[in-house]
Nanobody
Framework: QVQLVETGGGLVQTGGSLRLSCAASGRTFSSYAMGWFRQAPGKEREFVASISWSGISTRYGESVKGRFTISRDNTKNTAYLQMNSLKPEDTAVYYC?????????????????WGQGTQVTVSS
């Protein structure tokens, strides 16, 4: 089992930045692809970004391309989501997730392990 804990959420103004962290434990972190998803009230869980086990390959949802950056540090068993130029529509609970095999999958149910989520609120 992989255990994931997200931190770094909070309240920011439009145009501001936040950096989310996802600390992993329990199994070999470096062997898992990592993803970030978000869910706003009344909305479906939405793919945000993912990264391969090596950190070489990444993928982003269309709504965050050019603004968010996913990264990982396997020596620290931690994945990150740097969020810049935040907009009110970015407001959601953000979840870190992990899966074996390809990072390229954007379907939430294909990710095996999930953190508890961290709230990001962007005020206008």
């Amino acid at each position: 089992q992989v255990q994931l804990v997200e931190t770094g959420g909070g309240l920011v103004q439009t145009g501001g930045s936040l950096r989310l962290s996802c600390a992993a434990s329990g199994r070999t972190f470096s062997s898992y692809a990592m993803g970030w998803f978000r869910q706003a009230p009344g909305k479906e869980r939405e793919f945000v970004a993912s990264i391969s086990w090596s950190g070489i390959s990444t993928r982003y949802g269309e709504s965050v391309k050019g603004r968010f950056t996913i990264s990982r540090d396997n020596t620290k068993n931690t994945a990150y989501l740097q969020m810049n130029s935040l907009k009110p529509e970015d407001t959601a609970v953000y979840y870190c997730a992990a899966r074996r095999n390809s990072y390229y999958n954007i379907v939430p149910r294909e990710y095996e392990y999930w953190g508890q989520g961290t709230q990001v609120t962007v005020s206008s």
